[in-house]
């Protein structure tokens, strides 16, 4: 069998967040929040304003919130390729990845049926109650018609890298988005990772809402539409971790050291690269977070005696973004590695899901 040579490269970027709405600005903001804000919402001043130059106030003012973010970054992601939909429409894929997406959606529905009944329920706000309506929406809008698909709990970037090595798609737009509502915020406040300030609780960690938003293409067709290559992606190793802690059964307690070593051996093994490649290791932890000292451990034990790479701690910027964390890592990841040193090309990011799925994924720019 003829072995596949084809790469699989990342070709654009859109971000909706509160430190930047655009990739410029995400990367000049993007330190200023250690130590700043605990809970990151985004500027809703900004997405009406910005999309109604691509999309009708009619249709933007039927779109639910959670809609209107990954809308804004999926619109600028293939703004900033140059590569139409129009004229692509069944070469390009989507996959969407969020956790709690349709929460407010659902909730307001749910309100409005109790309080004036079934029969009087808001038939506008009923779409937008199912996990996948962010990628209907951009589906509609964007006139998506090659592969398409919503997930939760796994790397939205690796499946839609196997959708693509698979030839279900040339190319695929691909991240994930997260809207914080009330309930996840009082739900966050209640988590042990908190501590006070003038009697008023902080998360020591932030969390926040977004989407980022990638275009990955295969390498021939990126070529042949004059697409300009940003990273190639050398290959990931994923696992799925057995939380240890008893006393918690939410999705983001503690990380075994073993599932977090499983996970970047394997990636390195599929990328057929030596250790003193990598530049830079992605953390998937905060520097106060849960999963900080199984991440060491791991790495510890991954380069024995020899010198560890950088390690960047992007959560204690952009916050944890939920579903759309490993696509805001990614992003992150590139934007630090670029600045460094050319013989640092190669990076390393860690990311985790909900379940407690962990991935691994390698990047060569």
Same mark, same amino acid.
């Given at each position: ?11 654009? +970027? ?5 430190? /930047? ?5 995400? !990367?000049?903001?993007? =330190? ?17 304003? !910005? ?18 973010? /990954? ?20 070469? @390009? ?10 929460? %407010? ?9 109790? %309080? ?5 329920? %808001? ?28 997930? %939760? ?65 295969? =390498? ?31 999705? +983001? ?19 057929? @690269?030596?250790?003193?490649? @990598? ?22 034990? @991954? ?54 799925? $962990?991935?691994?994924?390698? $990047?060569?720019?």
């Amino acid at each position: 069998m003829k072995k596949d040579n084809s790469k699989i490269v990342a070709v654009s +970027f859109g971000v909706c967040h509160r430190l /930047g709405n655009s990739i410029k600005n995400l !990367e000049d903001n993007i =330190s200023h929040n250690k130590n700043g804000q605990s809970v990151l919402h985004v500027d809703d001043s900004c997405l009406d304003k !910005e999309l109604v130059h691509f999309f009708s106030e009619n249709d933007l003012r039927r779109l639910d919130r959670v809609s209107k973010i /990954g809308l804004y970054a999926s619109t600028n992601c293939m703004k900033n390729s140059q590569l139409s939909y129009e004229k692509n429409t069944d070469e @390009i894929g989507l996959v969407i990845c969020t956790t709690y997406g349709a929460v %407010s959606s659902s909730r307001d529905f749910i309100n409005g049926a109790i %309080s004036k009944g079934q029969k009087n329920a %808001s038939p506008i706000i009923f779409p937008y109650t199912v996990p996948n309506a962010v990628s209907g929406i951009i589906t509609i809008q964007l006139g998506v018609r090659g592969v398409n698909t919503t997930i %939760s709990g796994y790397n939205p970037v690796c499946y839609a890298y196997n959708l693509i090595k698979g030839k279900k798609a040339k190319a695929i737009l691909t991240g994930g988005v997260e809207e914080l509502t009330k309930e996840l915020v009082d739900v966050n406040l209640r988590r042990k990772d908190t501590f006070s300030i003038n009697n008023e609780q902080q998360f020591i960690n932030p969390i926040s809402e977004g989407a980022a938003m990638i275009l990955l293409a295969e =390498s021939n067709y990126a070529a042949s539409n004059n697409l300009d290559v940003l990273f190639e992606i050398l290959g990931y190793g994923i696992t799925c971790n057995i939380p240890v802690q008893n006393n918690t059964i939410d999705n +983001f307690s503690q990380i075994e050291p073993e599932s977090i070593e499983y996970s970047m051996k394997t990636a390195i093994e599929r990328s057929e @690269i030596n250790l003193n490649d @990598i530049g830079l290791v992605v953390s998937l932890s905060g520097k106060h977070g849960n999963q900080r000292e199984s991440e060491k451990i791991a790495l510890k034990n @991954i380069y024995k005696n020899q010198a560890l790479p950088e390690i960047y701690n992007v959560k204690d910027y952009l916050g944890e973004n939920f579903g759309a964390s490993d696509t805001f890592s990614l992003i992150a990841g590139y934007l630090k590695l670029n600045k460094m040193p050319k013989n640092k090309n190669i990076a390393l990011i860690n990311s985790y899901q909900i379940g407690g799925n $962990i991935t691994s994924l390698l $990047i060569n720019i």
